[in-house]
């Protein structure tokens, strides 16, 4: 089936870390995608994983993906204010431009 | 900014009406898709399109109807609007490497 799950809030203080976590259940996924929405805006696209790989790092972001567990997170660090926002993770197989979307997480980051 | 502009912003109807919902995407942008998005839900996928021709479709019914045009441009019609109808309809596009660029999302509200 189609269902990606994610947990619904996260709140953390300006400048630790944030941890946000996704399930996804098809194992045949070959890109697996953060975005960010801002209140009242589109998907910005953050980040995304080959499914051949484990991690990857841009800037204060990190992407884990443990293929086994089917479970990819993303960890920001130095979190600011302007992290703010729902991210969502997304899953699309090879040949595909279906994205199958998660719930969203909503990150309230406080000063 | 993605290059992806959606209009309108923000529009009302009433059920039973018909609704047409448009985008415009960047030049050589080839596949374009659209994804509506309830309130406090991921996005979900209504169908895609591919050098104007439908080429993959979500579980949405047959009033869900698009099109795409050579300039980039595309079109989204619901018709026998239902309260249900009411979301963030978001337009996606892509060069063809997997990235999505989506647009703010045109807002729908049937009452």
């Known amino acids: 089936g189609e269902d990606v799950e994610q947990s619904l809030f996260l709140s953390v203080r300006e400048g630790d870390s944030s941890v946000i976590n996704c399930t996804y259940t098809?194992?045949?996924?070959?890109?697996l995608y953060w975005y960010k929405q801002e209140p009242g805006a589109g998907l910005q696209l953050l980040t995304y994983?080959?499914?051949?790989?484990d991690m990857k790092q841009d800037q204060r972001l990190t992407v884990l993906l443990n293929k086994k567990d089917k479970h990819l997170s993303l960890r920001i660090a130095d979190t600011q204010t302007g992290d703010s926002a729902i991210y969502f993770c997304a899953e699309t197989a090879s040949g595909t431009y279906k994205y199958i979307f998660g719930t969203g997480t909503r990150l309230k980051v406080l000063a | 900014e993605t290059g992806v502009t959606q209009s309108p912003t923000h529009l009302i109807k009433t059920r039973g009406q018909q609704v047409t919902l448009r985008c415009s995407s960047q030049?050589?942008?080839?596949?374009v898709s659209w994804y509506q998005q309830a309130l406090g839900q991921g996005p979900q996928f209504i169908f895609q399109y591919y050098r104007e021709e439908e080429n993959g479709r979500g579980n949405f019914p047959p009033r869900f109807s698009g099109l795409q045009f050579p300039n980039y441009s595309s079109e989204l019609n619901v018709n026998a609007l239902e309260l249900d109808d009411s979301a963030l309809y978001l337009c996606?596009?892509?060069?063809?490497?997997?990235?999505?660029?989506f647009g703010e999302g045109s807002r729908l509200t049937v009452l």
């Open positions: 996606a596009s892509t060069l063809g490497t997997g990235e999505l660029f």
């Open positions: 030049s050589g942008h080839n596949t």
């Open positions: 994983i080959f499914s051949n790989m």
């Open positions: 098809d194992s045949s996924s070959t890109y």
